[in-house]
């Protein structure tokens, strides 16, 4: 791709690629529309390690009138934990060159500028009134189903400590929740060897990652909770109105862990979440030193990352790993100053290299504490040994309000590309260390799906609304 981002992965579709926690995705053109794709995504819900508070495609339709979002275009539920639905994706798939002045700092501004543009609609307009108050009511019904102990089941319930089913009080139990799924697979000693607390004892450091809700403040921001440059759309320009504000240029999609909090709480939320993802090791190092007023949410979001890498460690997709163990060790690292762990580990001695090796050799030797753990499926799959827990509240399925791209209309084939190919270029000071064939530094590069004709020529669309 000409004129790449070396830090941007860009575009960003979710590939097919095969069973397991990914999903398996077909991208069709829309004619009449220079960068807009039909995508159908089906969707199997298999990692219990995430805190899924509102169905996705709720979330999609109250988003409807936001141009910067994907519109639902169908629903079909196959099981409690697997659907497809039928979205629009707007981001650019073609070879178009990015704008020159987006750099990492630009594009997590116009970030958050959008998100809080989404926290600026009002809520009691006629049309929306309705939809959020019943939004409100699922939140609340599914925090509370994930409170409850499921008979002769696996599942892990939150726990509240008395607090009332808020999302604010549920992202803190959840922390609770990814330290007890660790434990029970690799046992107390072992996340003490991995620079981790025990799950009784990050229990009782609450107060160092739980923001209440504002207080007389009713949950109106509506928070995205995960957008990281794969969750960031690159629009082309002929899609943006030249008068709207330069972030519509941004797109946000895979809203599946959105959920409402209150103003300030959520947008705290927010930056630590942008924090996260967007600033080095260094930098967020430094920045867990100061008194921050998101720093309780920073050490929330490291905390989470943290239990749920070393519980990814080991899992697969199609024979790969899902999470470099490299990623594992730099979260650990920022758990331990998160919270104040001053022991000394062995491997801290050593290179970036070393340290990953032996935190691999020790994740591998302590596998077994979890009887159950291993669980293969075709392909090389290794899943998580614990269920995953379905909404209790859901949409149901819904045809299509419109004609979602007969593929009769288009003759080609859709190509995936193992990865996305940049001109070679110096990155910025800003941005992180990239292992070969990943993003941010860890994650695997999800594929490009790229168009094409019947005689091979990629179909790159130009025309503008």
Not at 113 to 137: C, K, Q, V
Not at 349 to 371: G, I, N
Not at 460 to 465: F, G, M, T, V
């Amino acid at each position: 791709m000409a004129n790449g981002l070396s830090w941007w992965k860009y575009p960003v579709l979710h590939p097919a690629s095969g069973k397991g926690m990914s999903n398996r995705v077909r991208t069709q053109r829309i004619d009449d529309h220079p960068d807009s794709y039909i995508v159908t995504r089906e969707t199997a819900f298999r990692d219990p390690y995430d805190l899924r508070v509102l169905d996705e495609v709720e979330v999609l339709d109250l988003l409807g009138d936001v141009e910067f979002t994907p519109d639902v275009l169908s629903v079909t539920n196959h099981s409690p934990l697997s659907r497809t639905i039928v979205i629009n994706y707007l981001g650019r798939l073609s070879d178009e060159a990015p704008p020159p002045y987006l750099t990492k700092e630009t594009v997590r501004d116009y970030a958050l500028r959008n998100l809080n543009a989404i926290a600026d609609i009002d809520w009691s307009a006629p049309h929306r009134r309705e939809g959020y108050r019943t939004a409100l009511e699922h939140q609340r019904a599914n925090i509370e189903a994930m409170c409850e102990d499921v008979p002769g089941s696996d599942v892990i319930p939150l726990e509240l400590n008395g607090n009332p089913p808020t999302l604010e009080a549920a992202l803190a139990a959840q922390v609770i929740r990814s330290a007890r799924y660790a434990e029970r697979r690799y046992g107390a000693d072992a996340l003490r060897g991995f620079g981790l607390l025990p799950a009784d004892e990050i229990a009782r450091k609450w107060s160092w990652y739980y923001t209440p809700p504002d207080k007389d403040a009713e949950p109106t921001r509506l928070v995205h909770r995960d957008a990281h440059l794969d969750n960031l759309t690159l629009r082309s320009a002929g899609t943006v109105d030249p008068t709207d504000p330069p972030e519509r240029l941004i797109g946000i999609i895979d809203w599946e862990l959105a959920g409402f909090m209150t103003p300030r709480s959520g947008m705290l939320l927010e930056r630590a979440a942008l924090d996260r993802y967007f600033l080095s090791v260094a930098e967020l190092s430094e920045l867990l030193t100061t008194n921050a007023p998101h720093l309780p949410w920073l050490r929330r979001e490291i905390a989470q990352s943290a239990y749920n890498d070393v519980l990814r460690g080991h899992e697969s997709v199609n024979g790969k790993r899902r999470l470099a163990v490299s990623s594992v060790t730099q979260t650990t690292e920022l758990f331990r100053v998160a919270f104040g762990l001053n022991r000394h580990l062995e491997h801290r001695a050593r290179s970036p290299q070393a340290a990953s090796e032996q935190l691999a050799k020790e994740m591998v030797a302590r596998r077994a504490a979890y009887p159950g753990w291993l669980r293969t499926e075709e392909g090389g799959t290794l899943l998580a040994p614990f269920p995953a827990r379905p909404l209790a509240v859901r949409s149901p399925d819904r045809r299509p309000a419109r004609d979602t791209a007969d593929p009769s209309r288009y003759a080609g084939t859709v190509t995936v590309l193992d990865a996305v190919q940049h001109t070679a270029e110096k990155p910025a000071k800003n941005a992180p260390l990239a292992i070969p064939g990943t993003n941010r530094g860890s994650t695997p590069l999800r594929p490009a799906v790229i168009l094409r004709d019947a005689a091979g020529r990629p179909q790159l669309p130009r025309r503008s609304r």
